[in-house]
């Protein structure tokens, strides 16, 4: 199969347009602006429906009344505009409603810089709008992975009747690299006999709604969400791992430092220092328990988390899956600044003379 070189952001939107999406509502903010720019010349084209919204507000409330329809709707953000959907994205949650929800991330917090960060994994992981809810989150580290993961969020939203976040940093979203387009396994969807499409062929009206006054309901319902989570957690929990069948150091990172760091290991190696890489792929569910064995292995002495945030956001998810079995340090930079080649192989070197 030939591969084709793609800009992220572009590459994101035909994958969507591969899978099915049927509309897509948005708004331009860099990075990602490429991604509703493409929408709008092909989107079309294939059947589908583009609308430039007036605000990222009235961008998420167009999806929700596209998925309560049944359609494949979609929407992609950065940062900044990814927080103003927040309201929407809890509502779609409360209400069951499937949809794909891209972020190319920037430096914040507030406006902040539209260069890469990783500043939103909290907002992503921990649902950043009212209630108890969650999102399944996946992290590409590269256009490749980018786009198969747009392709099958589609299904996963559908399968779980709950929206879906891919997280990419901006650079992901800016950076041109050569893909296949090979088809993504499908899973075996149940009908959508839950939308709101008109009355034919049923008895009853279909109503799309995530509002229960009363509060034992309410209670009862957020009960069926937790069973739908746990399945999540189940069946949807996703890492790699390199050269850490050995490492005395692991370093955790996802995204383009988890990029950047397997230059870094090949360096460590190149000089005799065991260290490898742990990369979360579902950044919620997040991948605990393979986690925690790799901290109960013995030739495993200190782990280094690497994020590009200023003093950490995913290290507690780290944290909480060491449970204070080894040393954990962190290297980290905002604003856009990346860490370096360099810093994660000091980092690397200092974690490992510390418990010698």
């Given at each position: 199969?030939?591969?084709e070189?793609?800009k992220?952001n572009?590459?994101?939107?035909?994958?969507?347009?591969?899978?099915g999406?049927?509309?897509?509502?948005?708004?331009p903010?860099?990075?990602?602006?490429?991604?509703?720019e493409?929408?709008?010349a092909?989107?079309p084209?294939a059947?589908?429906?583009?609308?430039?919204?007036?605000?990222?507000?009235?961008?998420?409330n167009?999806?929700y009344?596209?998925?309560?329809?049944g359609?494949?709707a979609?929407?992609?953000?950065?940062?900044?505009?990814?927080?103003l959907?927040?309201e929407?994205i809890?509502?779609?949650?409360g209400?069951e409603?499937?949809?794909?929800?891209?972020?190319c991330?920037?430096?914040?917090?507030g406006?902040?810089?539209?260069?890469?960060?990783q500043?939103?994994?909290?907002?992503?992981?921990?649902?950043?709008?009212?209630?108890?809810?969650?999102?399944l989150?996946?992290?590409?580290?590269?256009?490749?992975?980018?786009?198969?993961?747009?392709?099958?969020?589609?299904?996963?939203a559908?399968?779980y009747?709950?929206p879906?976040?891919?997280?990419?940093d901006?650079l992901?979203?800016?950076?041109?690299?050569p893909i296949?387009?090979?088809p993504?396994?499908?899973?075996?969807?149940?009908?959508k006999?839950?939308?709101?499409?008109?009355?034919k062929n049923r008895?009853?009206?279909?109503?799309i709604n995530?509002l229960?006054m009363?509060?034992?309901?309410?209670d009862?319902?957020?009960?069926?969400l937790?069973?739908?989570y746990?399945?999540?957690?189940?069946?949807?929990?996703?890492w790699s791992t390199?050269?850490c069948?050995?490492?005395e150091v692991?370093?955790?990172?996802?995204g383009?430092?988890?990029?950047?760091?397997?230059?870094?290991?090949?360096?460590?190696?190149a000089?005799?220092?065991?260290v490898g890489?742990f990369r979360p792929?579902t950044l919620?569910p997040?991948?605990e328990?393979?986690?925690?064995?790799l901290?109960k292995a013995d030739h495993?002495?200190a782990?280094?988390d690497?994020?590009?945030s200023s003093?950490?956001?995913?290290?507690?998810?780290?944290?909480?899956a060491?449970?204070?079995?080894k040393p954990?340090h962190?290297?980290?930079?905002?604003?856009?600044?990346?860490p370096?080649?360099?810093?994660?192989?000091?980092a690397?070197?200092?974690a490992?003379?510390?418990?010698?």
């Amino acid at each position: 199969m030939e591969k084709e070189l793609w800009k992220g952001n572009e590459a994101i939107a035909e994958a969507a347009i591969r899978a099915g999406c049927d509309c897509f509502f948005g708004y331009p903010i860099t990075p990602q602006s490429e991604v509703p720019e493409y929408m709008s010349a092909h989107l079309p084209k294939a059947g589908g429906v583009f609308v430039q919204s007036e605000s990222e507000v009235a961008a998420i409330n167009m999806v929700y009344g596209a998925a309560g329809a049944g359609m494949r709707a979609m929407t992609s953000s950065s940062s900044p505009g990814v927080s103003l959907k927040q309201e929407g994205i809890s509502y779609m949650a409360g209400a069951e409603l499937p949809c794909v929800i891209v972020n190319c991330m920037r430096g914040g917090p507030g406006l902040g810089t539209i260069q890469p960060g990783q500043g939103d994994y909290f907002q992503a992981t921990r649902g950043g709008g009212n209630g108890d809810y969650r999102t399944l989150v996946l992290a590409p580290s590269n256009v490749q992975e980018t786009v198969d993961f747009v392709q099958e969020a589609f299904d996963i939203a559908d399968q779980y009747r709950n929206p879906v976040m891919i997280v990419c940093d901006g650079l992901i979203g800016q950076m041109m690299e050569p893909i296949e387009w090979h088809p993504v396994p499908k899973r075996n969807l149940p009908p959508k006999d839950w939308a709101t499409t008109g009355r034919k062929n049923r008895d009853h009206n279909n109503i799309i709604n995530s509002l229960y006054m009363d509060p034992e309901e309410c209670d009862r319902h957020n009960d069926h969400l937790a069973e739908k989570y746990a399945e999540m957690e189940k069946n949807e929990v996703r890492w790699s791992t390199t050269q850490c069948d050995d490492a005395e150091v692991i370093i955790t990172a996802y995204g383009t430092p988890a990029r950047i760091a397997l230059t870094a290991i090949e360096s460590l190696r190149a000089e005799g220092l065991k260290v490898g890489l742990f990369r979360p792929i579902t950044l919620w569910p997040f991948p605990e328990a393979a986690l925690r064995e790799l901290a109960k292995a013995d030739h495993v002495k200190a782990f280094v988390d690497v994020e590009m945030s200023s003093t950490g956001q995913m290290i507690d998810d780290v944290r909480m899956a060491l449970e204070g079995r080894k040393p954990l340090h962190y290297l980290g930079h905002a604003g856009g600044v990346m860490p370096t080649v360099e810093e994660m192989v000091d980092a690397a070197k200092t974690a490992l003379k510390e418990v010698k």
